[in-house]
Structure formats: C-alpha cells, structure tokens
T-cell receptor
C-alpha cells in the first residue's frame, strides 16, 4: 500500500501557542487529504477536507480560524492549531486519497499526532 | 447523514476462540467499507476493504462480509490470539474521494 507520514508523532505545547502538524504522501500524489480528530475512547471525527491548491472545507462546528489547513502541494498538507488550549488535546490523524494514482482509490492514513496542551 | 454502529463496544474472549464483530449502517448507498485495527495510542492499520459490489474479503484469519441490503458488515476472526487485542473500527466510504464515516469501534481483549 501507499505510505503517508505525519510529523511530529507527539507534541506537547503550552496553552496559547500554535502547533503545526505535517501530513505527507510519500510515494503518490494526493489530490485530497482529510484531517480527523480522535478523543480518548471515541471514534475518528472528520475535521476538514483539503484539496490541493484550494481552500479547505471544514465540518460543522470546526473553527477554520483556529485549525488552519494548507494543502500547497500534491504531497503535503499541514494543520496548524492556533492559540491552542487544553481542550484541543487530542489525537490528530490525516489521510490521503490518490484518486487513481499509485494510491488507488483507497484512502491511506498517517500514523497520527498526539497533541497535549498544558 | 450516515450512522455507523458497532456492537459490542467491548469484548473479552479466551485465546483460540472464533469471534464476530458487527457493524451496521443506515445508508446502503456506499462506495466501499473498510475494517481497521487500532492499537492503543497508535494510528490505523487497514485490515480489509470491501467494494460495494463485493460480498466478502478474506485475509489470513480474517474474513469480512458486506450485506448492503440489510446495512450490515461483520468481521470474523478465527482462532483468536492475544496479539489480536486492539480496537477494531468499521468505516464507510460514501463515494470515491470522500471522507470515511467511522463507527466507535469494538475493543477486543484476547486473554491467554
């Protein structure tokens, strides 16, 4: 299968600071990337859909000014949590969709980023 | 909106048992259905993907079935092992290129 990486895998930051998470498709071009959030013992909830070169589409209840998403290339999408607060502490997972390229029609998931805001 | 339900929420079985995890969904208009495994604090491992036109997929000791008409999928694990202990997630893809709708998962514990 195709490979998707996320960086960092873990990050601890202080309340009020901003954190950037990178999602990369390593061996295919991702026309679309998705960002999910998972709270403890809960399922994955979609935050936003990111298409290369265009603005992200956010799910209801997700603040676009707080969770900035940039998809500047076909292999990289970034999620920036601005002015983080303890309630933003969560597991953030991205997935990449190749649209028929090497990634086939599956979505491939990154390993996730554990964010802890103190 | 598609709702995905997984039953049971948690399951504990002795090693060697065969077991079935259930997933039900409300909208049968799906593109594919996927089963994932998630270990504590880790990301997702894709186990099986069933396209809308398929009835089942098999990989080793795992077998997943899909019945769109009844809105159900099952994941069958044969001869369970302690290493199978993890959370199993069912996810539906409504269409090619769309985000997945996840169930809450079944937490499986296989005891030696």
């Amino acid at each position: 299968g195709a490979v998707v990486s996320q960086h960092p895998s873990r990050v601890i930051c202080k309340s009020g600071t901003s954190v950037k998470i990178e999602c990369r498709s390593l061996d295919f071009q991702a026309t679309t990337m998705f960002w999910y959030r998972q709270f403890p013992k809960q399922s994955l909830m979609l935050m936003a859909t990111s298409n290369e070169g265009s603005k992200a589409t956010y799910e209801q209840g997700v603040e676009k000014d707080k969770f900035l998403i940039n998809h500047a290339s076909l292999t990289l999408s970034t999620l920036t949590v601005t002015s983080a607060h303890p309630e933003d502490s969560s597991f953030y997972i991205c997935s990449a969709y190749g649209g028929g390229s090497k990634g086939s029609y599956e979505q491939y998931f990154g390993p996730g980023t554990r964010l802890t805001v103190t | 909106k598609q709702e995905v339900t997984q039953i049971p929420a948690a399951l504990s079985v002795p090693e060697g048992e065969n077991l079935v995890l259930n997933c039900s969904f409300t909208d049968s208009a799906i593109y594919n259905l996927q089963w994932f495994r998630q270990d504590p604090g880790k990301g997702l491992t894709s186990l099986l993907l069933i396209q809308s036109s398929q009835r089942e997929q098999t990989s080793g000791r795992l077998n997943a079935s899909l019945d769109k008409s009844s809105g159900r999928s099952t994941l069958y694990i044969a001869a369970s092992q302690p290493g199978d202990s993890a959370t199993y997630l069912c996810a539906l893809n409504p269409n090619s290129g769309y985000a997945l709708n996840f169930g809450k998962g079944t937490s499986l514990l296989v005891t030696p």
